[in-house]
């Protein structure tokens, strides 16, 4: 399955939030009621009703100022951790889509709190979201509705700089590696974040961490796949003990 | 703009001052980037780092209201170090022109002031001119009163350490800046300017407009694609609303409002009439009485005629020397000389200066009728902070207008391109379009002086009024008014010797006629609705390649042109100057120009029966030495009305000494109770003062609250930490706003002293959200510049105090 992907180029993004909004819209999903603390970045963090969020950034270097903008959302793994998660607890909330490979959150599934902590707590990059009324998840489906009909997602449509792309996988990758090549030559430290295991794929040109705590894959993540593929590993081994 | 949005996409340079392009104009950032992408250069200059300087090679700060320091700094760099286009200055522009010995400028004064009016005598700074009356010149530019040298020495005083300490701007970063847009004097570079409301809204707005003209007649960046002085419009269609003349000192096409003493139509067109006697120069006003006419045959139709000029009697005139912009206004509201406000789209409540001072005014009216979609903090003022509903005597009316989904019909945007929008949806509930509304209002007053009749009632029984079928307006009726129309048969035409039948449409402006025989709303927009179709609803994306130009897209003004003063664009012979980036070419085989609309169809300068590019200037010409503005003939550096500095350090006249005061108003300068400088500015968020944004939850959460940012040195000094609740107050009023303390804003040596600079956003108001707190215009000041009025929002004086916490979680 090479499925699709989404290549955002940050070094483009001037944090406008058409993306953010522009998934609500589509998605409709509610205004929350937020304040202004001290930060543009608002609502302050994803929700069960934010799936999208222009994530702000501000950073001293040698007395300059640096400003960065990291329109957060699902990675859409391409072995995610969340759903195998839900699957060793036993839960069918969460599906990949064989022909796209979105990761998508079923709707009408409910999940109970502890299963939901330990499922947020194994996505290295912290997105999935929960409603206690509902007990509901929710996060970035890939406007899965509109690429289904072979529209872009709401969040690329309305992107006016070139920063959200989505495509075929391999189309997404060759535009991120050759953007690469470009900014490497005037920054460094450009990268791409996690290209071979996500389908969102990030492209920042200082180190991740100046963007967003979670941008990146880190340490701590490795760590929760491991136990990811542990708490797979268990009821296979626990099942090897009976038939044994 | 005098370019179009997408050639700013094969720009070189793209100077952003004035404006931050990426928060107010976002979908403009994609040619910003395009530009970038090429290898162009990106620099943004501005008192904070914004999201547009996240994307620019150079950032530089400034202290606001001080960028005629900053771009006079540029002039001198530019001469000192020979950096000008030669040929283009030397045939294109003004610069070689002798200019009288009565001009002088001494201590910040051009010659000609009269302190008492507080104006000059414009006729000092005149040209010297030849037995055939043609200006005297120099094309060596050595003589020195020639407008080269008058510059060079005019900027002299503008040196690095003076300009500098006036704007704060360390000097490495003005070299910098200097030194990366002067590169774009060369024949194959080209540099371009994006400007808004940071440049307008000063005392000397106009002037900071044409310094950035200079800078591109120097450079030769005029004419060019990825050039030109490109006006960032404020709204969507504020361009098309300006070109059909929704301001008093003009009619449709900027043709000039007549006053009392324009006492007939000759006399109207005698005074506004340019000549010139250079046979090279096309002086395109010369057409104006055709507009003229035409435009009085639109207003009056058959009633119109030669016997009675055209109607002209009718048509309403300003007093003479009548000052009726926005402030003067609503002085005047606030004395009591208006009885009733029809106020259309518009918040006055939180748009205006001093808006505690517009409220009041609007509690003077008998009447008020509002046109909006929503309710607003104007249609509500009466129950508003500090209003006493009783002894409000205003009786207001909220008609509710639908929005543009809801109609059909065009909308001009900066590139002044009008593009037609088709409805999507019927208006909801008893919503009307704008169109509809006016014209109920119209067949009701008509009605009216029909019956009771009136002191005057000509002017609206006479008029033609033939936009609605039914009753309902048809826009398109509308668009081909605007368009224009043949009246009679014409057998021979005198443009093209071709016959027209009456009723059909002109194909463009040259075939208005100024005998009563073409009827036509607005000049300008002549060719927008043809014979040929709704050109504005063209969407062909077949571009003229080289300049990045779309010409089968809309419609723009001029006569489809996309870039103005494309003449410049070529050499003498014709042959673009940059040939990569050719707007246009002179085919001397078929004697034709290809690529643009050219700015008439005449042969370049050089070869026979040649005319001068700038066609809409009398001498032909561009004009470095400006003779037309009312606050001098080269931009000078004045403080704002409210500077933290004692003086201004060019001159002893501390303040623009053309623009108008009011007196009566509370200003301060230089004042240890309002040590910081305040500036106000729009977030991406909201649009305006938020009346079509703050009732939109997904909007609301992204900028839910009042907020000014400030530095860390300023928040450290007034002991406020970062989302503690602060006042902001200055001698007019007072708001509450979240601290936002950033990196983004730094103090500036200003004439040796720290200067601190905040800023907040002008999107909130009383009504909604309930915490969303009040609009940054409670605190700037009745004061405009000396030319349009545009009022002095971008600098001002303030304090900032730490207010006592407000329960939890603010």
Redesign the interface.
């Known amino acids: 399955m090479a499925g699709k992907s989404f290549f955002i180029d940050t070094s ?1 993004c ?5 993306c ?2 522009a998934d ?2 589509w998605n409709q999903l ?11 970045q ?2 302050e963090d994803l929700s069960f009703n934010t799936w999208k969020l222009v994530r702000f950034s ?3 270097e040698n007395g300059k ?5 990291f329109t957060d959302q699902c990675r859409h793994c391409l072995e995610p951790p969340c759903m195998y998660t839900a699957q060793s607890l036993g839960s069918k909330a969460i599906i990949r889509d064989d022909e796209t490979g979105a990761v998508i959150y079923d709707p009408k599934v409910k999940v109970e709190a502890a299963d939901f902590k330990q499922i947020r707590e194994s996505c290295p990059w912290d997105i999935p979201r929960w409603d206690e009324k509902t007990q509901i998840m929710a996060k970035c489906n890939m406007c899965f509705s509109r690429i289904k009909e072979g529209l872009l997602p709401a969040c690329v449509k309305t992107c ?3 920063t959200m792309n989505f495509g075929d996988r391999d189309k997404m990758l060759e535009m991120a590696q050759k953007r690469l090549n470009e900014l490497k030559a005037i920054y460094p430290k450009a990268q791409l974040l996690n290209a071979e295991s996500v389908r969102t794929v990030f492209l920042v040109i200082d180190d991740p961490k100046n963007y967003w705590k979670h941008a990146a894959e880190n340490d701590v993540g490795i760590t929760r796949i491991a136990a990811v593929i542990k708490r797979l590993i268990r009821p296979l081994e626990n099942f090897s003990h009976f038939v044994g | 703009m005098t370019n179009s949005w997408t050639d700013i996409g094969v720009s070189d340079c793209v100077l952003i001052m004035g404006s931050n392009t ?2 107010n104009h ?2 403009a ?2 040619w910003v ?1 395009r530009a970038k992408d090429r290898g162009g250069k990106i620099i943004h200059v501005d008192p904070r ?1 914004t ?5 620019a090679d150079i950032y530089a700060p400034l202290r606001s209201g001080t960028d005629i320091a900053f771009i006079g700094g540029m002039i001198k760099h530019i001469l000192d170090h020979d950096l000008i286009q030669k040929d283009y200055v030397v045939n294109y522009t003004n610069a070689s022109f002798i200019v009288n010995p009565k001009y002088d400028f001494k201590d910040g004064l051009f010659s000609g002031y009269n302190a008492e009016k507080r104006s000059y005598d414009k006729s000092m700074w005149a040209f010297e001119k030849d037995e055939k009356g043609l200006p005297k010149k120099d094309p060596t530019l050595q003589n020195e009163r020639c407008v080269y040298q008058l510059l060079k020495k005019f900027y002299s005083r503008y040196d690095l350490d003076t300009v500098s300490s006036i704007t704060g701007t360390p000097k490495e970063d003005l070299i910098k800046v200097y030194e990366a847009f002067a590169a774009t004097g060369k024949p194959d570079k080209v540099g371009t300017m994006l400007y808004a409301m940071g440049w307008t809204q000063h005392t000397v707005g106009t002037q900071n407009i044409r310094a950035a003209s200079m800078v591109q007649l120097l450079l030769g960046n005029m004419g060019m694609a990825g050039g030109g002085v490109n006006a960032l419009r404020g709204e969507s269609n504020v361009q098309g609303i300006t070109d059909h003349a929704l301001l008093y000192h003009i009619i449709p096409g900027y043709n000039p409002s007549p006053n009392a003493a324009d006492v007939s139509l000759e006399k109207y067109n005698e005074k506004n009439t340019p000549k010139t006697a250079d046979p090279m120069s096309v002086n395109w006003f010369s057409n104006r009485p055709k507009y003229i006419t035409s435009y009085l045959k639109s207003m009056y139709g058959d009633n119109a005629g030669k016997n009675n000029e055209f109607g002209y009697q009718w048509f309403p005139k300003l007093d003479v020397g009548q000052n009726a912009s926005w402030m003067f206004m609503f002085d005047e509201m606030g004395k009591g000389k208006f009885s009733g406000l029809i106020c259309m789209g518009m918040n006055p409540a939180c748009s205006s200066p001093n808006s505690n001072h517009t409220r009041e005014a609007l509690s003077k009216l008998d009447w008020m009728v509002t046109i909006d979609l929503f309710e607003s903090e104007t249609t509500n003022f009466w129950k508003g902070p500090a209003m006493d509903p009783k002894k409000v005597k205003t009786e207001v009316f909220l008609l509710p207008a639908c929005s543009y989904v809801e109609r059909e019909g065009s909308i001009s945007d900066s590139a002044r391109m009008a593009q037609w929008r088709n409805k999507a949806m019927e208006p909801v509930g008893e919503s009307k379009s704008d169109g509809q509304i006016v014209h109920e209002l119209y067949m009701k007053v008509k009605a009216l002086y029909e019956k009771e009749g009136g002191a005057f009632p000509d002017p609206i029984l006479k008029l033609k009024w033939d936009y609605a079928k039914d009753g309902k307006v048809d826009t398109h009726l509308v668009a081909k008014d605007i368009n224009g129309f043949f009246l009679e048969d014409i057998a021979e035409h005198p443009f093209d010797k071709k016959a027209y039948k009456k009723g059909t449409l002109v194909p463009s402006f040259v075939f208005l006629l100024a005998d009563g025989r073409t009827s036509c709303g607005n000049w300008i927009y002549s060719g927008s609705y043809t014979e040929a179709g709704n050109m504005m609803a063209r969407r062909d994306k077949t571009p003229v390649a080289t300049a990045n130009i779309f010409p089968k897209w809309g419609f723009a003004w001029p006569v489809n042109r996309r870039i103005l003063y494309n003449r410049a664009s070529v050499d003498l012979q014709g042959n673009p100057i940059d040939p990569k980036r050719a707007v246009i070419t002179w085919d001397a085989a078929n004697k034709k120009w290809v690529g643009d609309v050219p700015d008439g169809p005449a042969p370049p300068m050089g070869l026979e029966g040649g005319k001068e590019p700038f066609i809409m200037k009398p001498d032909g010409v561009a004009s470095i030495f400006g003779s037309g503005l009312g606050d001098g003939p080269f931009p000078e550096h004045y403080e704002p009305l409210e500077c933290p500095i004692e003086k201004n350090l060019l001159s002893p006249e501390r303040i623009n000494p053309t623009t108008a005061l009011f007196k009566e108003y509370k200003f301060t300068t230089c004042d240890p109770r309002f040590p910081f400088v305040g500036t106000t500015y729009r977030v ?2 909201h649009w305006q003062t938020g009346i079509m944004t703050r009732y ?12 000014v940012e400030l530095s860390e040195e300023l928040a450290e000094l007034r002991g406020i930490k ?3 609740r602060v006042s902001v107050s200055s001698p007019r009023g007072k708001v509450e706003a ?7 804003w730094k103090p500036l040596k200003v004439a040796g002293l720290t200067i601190h600079e905040i800023g907040l956003p002008w999107c909130f108001g009383w009504l909604v959200p309930k ?1 969303g707190g009040e609009s940054a215009n409670l605190l700037t000041p009745t004061i405009g510049d000396a030319n349009t009025a545009i009022p002095e929002y971008k600098a001002f004086l303030v304090n900032v105090e730490k207010l006592p916490a407000k329960g939890k ?2």
């Open positions: 483009r001037t944090a406008c939030r058409g953010q909004v609500k819209e509610k205004g929350t009621k937020t304040v202004q603390s001290g930060n543009h608002n609502p501000e950073i001293g100022v640096k400003w960065y903008f006016p700089t070139g | 990426a928060e976002p979908i950032m994609k980037l780092y999201r547009t300087s996240t994307k991406t968020e939109q939850s997904w909007l609301v959460e992204t900028e839910p609250q009042m907020f970062n989302g503690e979240v601290a936002i303390v950033t990196k983004r915490d979680g603010r």
